[in-house]
């Protein structure tokens, strides 16, 4: 069981937009701590999406953002294309662990 | 722009040490303050961080592997490697190396990963 929960999957047709909800706790989220978003496709190294709850590394188109609010956070994602179907992971540290902590992965799939 | 590369056995025995090398390109592994990172990702679930060790010196693991992980710097290589002692079936994973630049923000640059299977 992943110390950040993420819905298993979450799905939207072409032009509309989806979040993706990630929960934390006292110790990760809740503590303060940042929380970045990466996007896997099989088989490839997992892209660094959001950082810092809300902000983009450039190449990231701005239909990616993020936000964070108490023990949680979110992905939004607007104007969905094909491409986007993948699946995203939340991540922040945990002070307990003295480590990195993830959330379990949402598959996108774009109807 | 930095790449990294994992390379390692992909067939270990039960019972066996697990050895993975991640080739850095691109930056050198001894100059600024980086994290360096192993991450895994059991089939069909999500990423479990393993443990990273700062260019500056130290290391910190994941403290569900106990006493089994260790990582290490070559800095004549470029290289930066993880062991992983006494392995079973539950280590079967693709391993990830990765670079961050700041121990609370995660992983920045990863590599494509490397599967490992534990199998007699």
């Known amino acids: 069981q992943s110390a950040l929960t993420q819905p298993p999957s979450v799905s939207g047709a072409p032009g509309q937009r989806v979040t993706i909800s990630c929960t934390g706790s006292s110790s990760n989220i809740g503590a303060g701590y940042d929380v970045q978003w990466y996007q896997h496709l099989p088989g490839a190294a997992p892209k660094f999406l959001i950082y810092g709850n809300m902000k983009r590394p450039s190449g990231v188109p701005d239909r990616f953002s993020g936000s964070k609010s108490g023990t949680s956070a979110s992905l939004a994602i607007t104007g969905l294309q094909a491409e986007d179907e993948a699946t995203y992971y939340c991540?922040?540290?945990?002070?307990?662990?003295?480590?990195?902590?993830f959330g379990g992965g949402t598959k996108l799939t774009v109807l | 722009q930095v790449q990294l590369q994992e390379s390692g056995p992909g067939l270990v025995k039960p019972s066996q040490t697990l050895s993975l090398t991640c080739t850095v390109s691109?930056?050198?592994?001894?100059?600024?303050?980086?994290?360096w990172s192993w991450i895994r990702q059991h089939p069909g679930k999500g990423l479990e961080w393993l443990g990273y060790?700062?260019?500056?010196?130290?290391?910190y693991y994941n403290p569900s592997l106990k006493s089994r992980v260790s990582i290490s710097i070559d800095t004549s290589q470029n290289q930066f490697s993880l062991k992983l002692i006494s392995v079973t079936a539950a280590d079967t994973a693709v391993y990830y190396c990765?670079?961050?630049?700041?121990?609370?923000?995660?992983?920045?640059?990863w590599g494509q990963g490397t599967l490992l299977t534990v199998s007699s």
């Open positions: 691109g930056a050198s592994i001894n100059s600024g303050g980086y994290y």
């Open positions: 991540q922040a540290y945990d002070r307990s662990l003295s480590g990195w902590v």
């Open positions: 990765a670079r961050a630049g700041y121990y609370a923000s995660g992983p920045i640059s």
């Open positions: 060790i700062y260019s500056g010196g130290g290391t």
